[in-house]
C-alpha cells in the first residue's frame, strides 16, 4: 500500500487522527493489506516531504499540505 492510501485514511479521517486510529482504519478499509503494519512508516515519509506533521504533545498526525 502506498502512501497516498495512508493520507486518505488520515483526510477522511478529519485530517488529524492518532496512529492508533489511522491504522484501525487502514485495518477496516483494507482486510486483505498488510497497510495497517507500516502505517508509522507511511507517515513518517509523508511527514519528511511535508505533507503531515506529528503533534507529540497531542500524539497526532495532522495534514498540513494536500498531496498531489
Given at each position: 500500500m502506498s502512501q497516498?492510501?495512508?493520507?486518505?485514511i488520515l483526510?477522511?479521517?478529519g485530517g488529524e487522527a492518532t496512529?492508533?486510529?489511522i491504522r484501525e482504519m487502514a485495518k477496516k478499509r483494507y482486510p486483505y493489506?498488510?497497510?495497517y503494519s507500516f502505517?508509522?512508516?507511511?507517515?513518517?515519509?509523508?511527514?519528511?516531504?511535508?505533507?503531515v506533521?506529528?503533534?507529540r504533545t497531542?500524539?497526532?498526525?495532522?495534514?498540513?499540505k494536500e498531496l498531489k
Open positions: 497516498q492510501d495512508v493520507f486518505k483526510k477522511d479521517l496512529t492508533k486510529q493489506s498488510t497497510l502505517v508509522t512508516n507511511r507517515l513518517r515519509k509523508l511527514e519528511k516531504r511535508g505533507y506533521k506529528q503533534d497531542k500524539k497526532t498526525w495532522k495534514i498540513v
